[in-house]
């Protein structure tokens, strides 16, 4: 997480390519258990109430191709 204090502004980066490899391509994801994780730490820190929160990540989640946009045999 970053957390720009002067703009008001939490980045949290996550991690898409966790269960990504040679043979599952096409399979990005968020780990559900590093999301609420994430998503706990966020709500119980009182500096991060009022910020504007943005989630980033690489892969696209969801997509009607068999390998997403951006992957390498896309």
Do not use: T
């Amino acid at each position: 997480m970053y957390h720009f204090q002067e703009q008001n502004i939490l980045i949290l980066g996550l991690n898409s390519a966790w269960e990504l490899d040679h043979h599952y391509k096409s399979r990005p994801s968020i780990n559900p258990s590093a999301l609420s994780k994430a998503l706990n730490s966020i709500r119980q820190n009182q500096e991060y109430q009022n910020c504007l929160k943005i989630a980033v990540w690489h892969h696209p989640l969801d997509s009607p191709y068999e390998d997403p946009p951006g992957s390498p045999d896309a």
